[in-house]
């Protein structure tokens, strides 16, 4: 069988995180001096990164701040003219769709900020998961096997890179977006707090610069995070296809692929061109048996570890997305067709429904294909075994009949279902900010 390592499927992931400095796997060869450089560099990023959401969170401060204040001046001009209050009520309308620009940008940040908190602070935990994939256990033992891992591996490395380049080809609209409101002699405002004047052209100049680079940052590194989550899953799955595919070639030998058809009974008997023992065909069963169920038990150990560490990000996840799409939503109906910002609106869009759907959708997977491991158990050739035997195989099977089923704050369910309910949940959010 041909040497193959599970972490294939994983490499692109880690490589890209470490170039933005959000995770590295530190390898033991490396010099003092170049993990130091890269410890300075990863610090660097983090401030720049705490800064960017301090900036946005000051400016929903000051936002809401004159929203409120333009409120309170309305409710106490119950006697002026009636065009002075229309002309305030645009000012409060202004005011909102400004809150709202910097309001979905800041949720997505910190929606980003959480997962990276997650993969640093539970560094050593995700190690050990690493180091886990790379065991004998989710090692391919048959041809299925390897061909399996690789086929994920390919598609893995396509949902990375399709999502990577929709992320940069977004934070590039959305650095072109300003020049060109700005050629128009339209006012350009910033999404987060800045301490100088931004009409000024060098100014301007450095302060879309540092917007732009620290976007881009973000969200190469964010699709990244959840496209290595998801590669978390989706080997899941795979290692459960791989299980099922053991137990319904379960009298196959693992050599030589040679049919055990024979009934067990208590004589010797004749398999091909040399004589088997009935004893040893009951240890092989018995230690393939043994190594399948604790292969299941390390996949279901491996998804639940999964599931813990990024736990409290999926939470922030799921809701933050609600509103983000919300949000995004009721930017984009005040727009042109034609005009750039609409269409770097509809991408930013498409990577938020996108970014939600790969969760769901390999969750489903999962737990898809864990529901079909019975299924599977009962399709090997068990009327070759013993009545002792097939008891087994049956407890076995009363042991994985509940599916690994993904959940977020171990409650809600990780699946298409939930996609769904979140989508509506954006709308109905939608329906009611756009009325008011």
Aim: glycine fraction near 2%; hydrophobic fraction near 45%.
């Amino acid at each position: 069988m041909e040497k193959y390592s599970v972490f294939v499927a994983f490499a692109p992931h880690f490589k890209a995180l470490a170039r933005v400095a959000y995770f590295k796997i530190v390898s033991k060869d490396e010099s003092n001096a170049k993990r130091m450089l890269y410890e300075l560099y990863r610090f660097m990023m983090w401030f720049f990164i705490l800064l960017y959401n301090i900036q946005h969170l000051i400016r929903v401060i000051q936002e809401n701040r004159v929203e409120v204040d333009l409120l309170l001046d309305i409710a106490s001009s119950v006697a002026v003219r009636s065009q002075s209050l229309s002309s305030r009520r645009s000012l409060v309308r202004h005011s909102t769709e400004q809150l709202v620009d910097t309001l979905f940008i800041l949720l997505t940040t910190l929606n980003c900020l959480g997962k990276q908190v997650a993969f640093n602070a539970r560094s050593g935990r995700i190690h050990k998961i690493i180091e886990t994939i790379q065991e004998s256990t989710f090692a391919p033992t048959k041809p299925n096997h390897l061909d399996l891992l690789k086929k994920n591996a390919v598609s893995m490395s396509q949902i990375l890179s399709f999502y990577q380049c929709g992320c940069l080809t977004c934070a590039a609209l959305w650095t072109i977006f300003p020049f060109i409101n700005r050629a128009r002699g339209r006012e350009v405002t910033f999404t987060g707090y800045l301490p100088f004047d931004t009409s000024v052209t060098s100014t301007f100049y450095l302060a879309l610069a540092y917007m732009s680079v620290l976007i881009t940052i973000q969200a190469f590194g964010h699709v990244t995070m959840d496209c290595t989550i998801v590669a978390f899953y989706a080997q899941a799955k795979v290692q459960i296809k791989m299980l099922r595919y053991n137990f319904e070639h379960f009298m196959d030998a693992d050599e030589e692929n040679i049919k055990i058809d024979t009934q067990i009974t208590g004589t010797n008997y004749e398999q091909n061109t040399h004589k088997v023992n009935t004893n040893d065909i009951i240890i092989m069963t018995q230690k393939r048996l043994t190594n399948y169920v604790d292969h299941y038990e390390k996949i279901a150990s491996f998804v639940k570890e999964v599931e813990s560490i990024f736990s409290e990000a999926m939470i922030v996840q799921f809701f933050a997305m609600a509103w983000v799409i919300c949000m995004t939503v009721y930017k984009i109906v005040s727009l042109s067709l034609l005009s750039v910002e609409f269409i770097s609106m509809a991408m930013y869009l498409g990577c938020m429904l996108g970014q939600l759907f790969i969760y769901c959708y390999f969750g489903t997977k999962l737990k898809v294909e864990s529901e079909f491991i019975c299924q599977s158990v009962y399709c090997g050739d068990w009327l070759s075994l013993s009545p002792s035997f097939r008891r087994k195989l049956l407890v076995f099977m009363s042991y994985c009949s509940k599916p690994l089923a993904l959940r977020t704050a171990y409650i809600i369910p990780m699946c298409l279902d939930t996609y769904i309910a979140v989508l509506k949940s954006s709308y109905s959010l939608f329906t009611f900010l756009n009325r008011n």
